[in-house]
């Protein structure tokens, strides 16, 4: 079956804990129908009780979880079981997140058993050296941003991200770079696209903004603009 | 609202991570229909991305949440939210199990949090002076028994279900105590019941079974039992 | 041979991480003599490096490790070895600081090595539920004060202090309870060894003064006066 | 004053948990001895309460810590703090040991702090990929070898060796790269080096072989024959 195709550029949101329940759902389904409506793909980052549920409501998000550990069926309590993520609906797998940091060795097998079960790999790294550590492992998706950004509602400065996203495609240009620490508006989706990103994504920024529905949307349709004007200079083709 | 009522003697088991998905459900739903035929409460311990789908199709049952973390809501990448595990349908939460040892501090963070919401902690002990360490923090259910035994198939002796019967309820008589290491057949349910335990419950030795749904049933049907003749002998009142 | 006879009541101090090398040794030399100048019994929790050191050099301390694990001889990398440090000079152990919180099953084990080498348990407790845990577990000695407290610069208040002492004493009298978070002058020192505490004791109150060599030779005397007045009023006999 | 400087090839070895007090410093005046004895340059990973004694008694030896955390002086309970390392006798640091496995920004934080204070970092690795992820960090030396054979009595064979050096030189040719895992004869000392390891080392096979100070010796003197092999084949200039 192959793992999910995602097109870019994509954009990417997570509730991580900052809202729960039905609250959830309703941001998934706005984040499904922005997809459509844009022609856009999405990553959602859904809490591992929410994945179904999303899944079987949000046919265009691609679901990821917040984490996943190696075991294989077996005893585990409170293990989070790859096949089990899969099974529910998740198409991949944040690793490494700054709030949920895992050894060198960790990362690795995890990259490994999501290849196994063809989910995608999407693994934070906090420095340009932890970025081209992480590349070493051939991960799909590399998120490389400053823990001390994240949540701080402060975006990396460009020379960063110029920086970070040269440092992992020198290594493998087939890994994609997102963007996604402190921002808080659709104009950073786009800037963070332009100079380079494939993606970029708001979490915290969303969520605590006045509007986060119409954030959402604008954010969404931002990186449809990015797409469009990538494509009129000759950077991406169709 | 209050937390989950339960009525002793009561059943408890757990797939933990032996199998996934759609075996998950039916398991739950031969919990759920053992509950109803044998008129006795069965606590169901689910998979984080199971609870809900659980909650839906099997009314009967007390589901528990396998961990939790006790952060608010708010920031928090793969942390496990308390209010969006009972949101999703958990009444209760496990403690301290042996494949997720809990800091001293965080078992009494954790039975906190569960107060607050109205959750049943279920706190797990690895020896009789762990078990006497748990009652002083008054838990609603302990389940003390020895690591070693849990997954052989070999269940404790009942002189050591006695003693952690009677450390216990030294402390606090209100603390239920259930025993379920290594119990492979319906007589263990029963013989540990008939001991006082106010609860027996089985997980790897019933999904390794020849016939786990069948086993499933016989054992609920011999808490009935314990519990008849408990009334019988007049040790257990109506 | 047998654990280390410590009078009542009596002084504990540790350098944490503010000082190193030489710096350790000199509050070491000055927390030795001053036990001799008072007739009282000093604590000294030592960093793992300086305790070789420090025993050479300061016969009269009852020297601790920050921590140990429970491993016995063999592989086991960066692990602490209990053989380790007792044969380097260490008589006690300290367990579960709030900056190095230890799982139940942890704490039970490591008060069960240190007793098969003869070294001290000194245990610490978040709240009184978590020192009336410990308790069950009969360490040498309980530590009870809130994590908020300590490095802070304020102290327990005193009712604290006497529900945590009778919280312990209700359960195994002969566990001595000692009290240190947040205190800065000698006056605390002989307030909380008139409350009822075995001992009392400080680390960044001390370091964090004016000058920490006078302070502790303050405070050490103040425990013989405290120690004076309670053999006077006969709360305590020789 | 600068990192210690290592002529290569090195002999590397580490008691680990195996041995303790007296026992740990006879082996060490043997490394120390043997060193003199070959000329060669030998690493000493010593536990954290011998490496003042250790650093007294063997000044030829190039001493490493097993571990370190990464605070600076303050608070910290337990913590390893590097500045007391190096004023301890330590020379470098090892990170990342299968046995106190490190996450992956850890293994940075930890590397900076090593130059910072002109400690060597060694760094462990547990396969190809990990081994090239730890090189794009630039640390001093790299041990790439598979968890599963430390401690087993089997070493790594000769391909795996090769690549995993070429793997790490075609990152950073300035790295130094040791094999150790599961060596228990001076000839594998020898063969690993001759294969292009700069240094090879032994933990587990020297100390449980009938006569380790032997062994122990006859290892650097191999280091010493591979060394005049290597001069002789024109590999290495002096």
């Given at each position: 079956?192959g793992?999910?195709k ?17 609250e ?50 077996g ?24 709030e ?25 790294a ?8 992480v ?29 970070a ?6 290594i ?27 993606a970029?994504g708001?979490?915290?920024g ?19 603009k ?6 009129k ?6």
């Amino acid at each position: 079956m192959g793992k999910a195709k995602i097109r870019i550029p994509f954009f990417e949101t997570s509730i991580k804990c900052y809202i729960y329940g039905d609250e959830v759902l309703k941001i998934a389904k706005a984040a499904d129908a922005a997809s459509v409506r844009h022609d856009v793909d999405v990553l959602f980052i859904a809490p591992y009780v929410d994945i179904r549920r999303i899944r079987e409501s949000c046919p265009h998000l691609i679901i990821l979880a917040p984490y996943m550990d190696t075991l294989r069926p077996g005893r585990g309590m409170a293990d989070i079981l790859p096949e089990a993520l899969k099974e529910a609906g998740a198409q991949g797998v944040v690793i490494n997140h700054c709030e949920r940091p895992m050894t060198l060795s960790a990362i690795k097998k995890t990259i490994d058993r999501a290849n196994e079960l063809d989910m995608l790999s999407f693994v934070c790294a906090d420095t340009i050296e932890e970025a081209r550590a992480v590349a070493q492992m051939n991960p799909d998706i590399i998120n490389p941003e400053s823990s001390e950004l994240i949540g701080s509602g402060q975006a990396s400065d460009m020379s960063y991200v110029m920086e970070a996203i040269k440092a992992v495609k020198d290594i493998n240009p087939g890994i994609l770079v997102e963007q996604a620490a402190g921002i808080t508006t659709a104009q950073q989706i786009y800037d963070f696209i332009m100079a380079g990103s494939e993606a970029a994504g708001s979490a915290s920024g969303l969520l605590n903004s006045a509007d986060p529905l119409a954030l959402l949307d604008e954010m969404v349709s931002y990186v449809k603009k990015a797409r469009e004007d990538l494509i009129k200079s000759g950077r991406l083709s169709i």
